[in-house]
Nanobody
Framework: VQLQASGGGLAQPGGSVTLSCEAS????????MGWFRQAPGKDREFVAA????????YYSKSVRGRFAISRDNSDLTVYLQMNDLKSEDTAVYYC???????????????WGQGTRVTVSS
């Protein structure tokens, strides 16, 4: 599976950004898709995930209620709508893919190249 993330950039606190991730390679619907992020000087952390068949979603506590993950199986794309952004959301965001059981862990096998989001006034 190859993953290509895009959509990062500069946003103001309270603003919104939408990230996209296009998948190619193995059948898109074989995998759960998700996002991780890594802030400067911090470990990589799980952000959100979406299961392919029933659309089951899961969020980290830090983004729940502010971020929304979705996917379009016809376009092989997963999205992360990020609202009410805070300075602590500043990070490089990585699109990931794997089985549901490991999608929240660093055992995830497939990673995109990352896209940077900076939240600053």
């Amino acid at each position: 599976v190859q993953l290509q993330a895009s959509g990062g950039g500069l946003a103001q606190p309270g603003g919104s950004v939408t990230l996209s991730c296009e998948a190619s390679g193995r059948t898109f619907t074989d995998y759960t898709m998700g996002w991780f992020r890594q802030a400067p000087g911090k470990d990589r952390e799980f952000v959100a995930a979406i299961e392919w068949s029933e659309g089951k979603v899961y969020y980290s506590k830090s983004v729940r209620g502010r971020f929304a993950i979705s996917r379009d199986n016809s376009d092989l794309t997963v999205y992360l709508q990020m609202n009410d952004l805070k300075s602590e959301d500043t990070a490089v965001y990585y699109c990931v893919a794997d089985e549901w059981v490991v999608i929240t862990t660093n055992l995830v096998r497939y990673w995109g190249q990352g896209t940077r989001v900076t939240v600053s006034s």
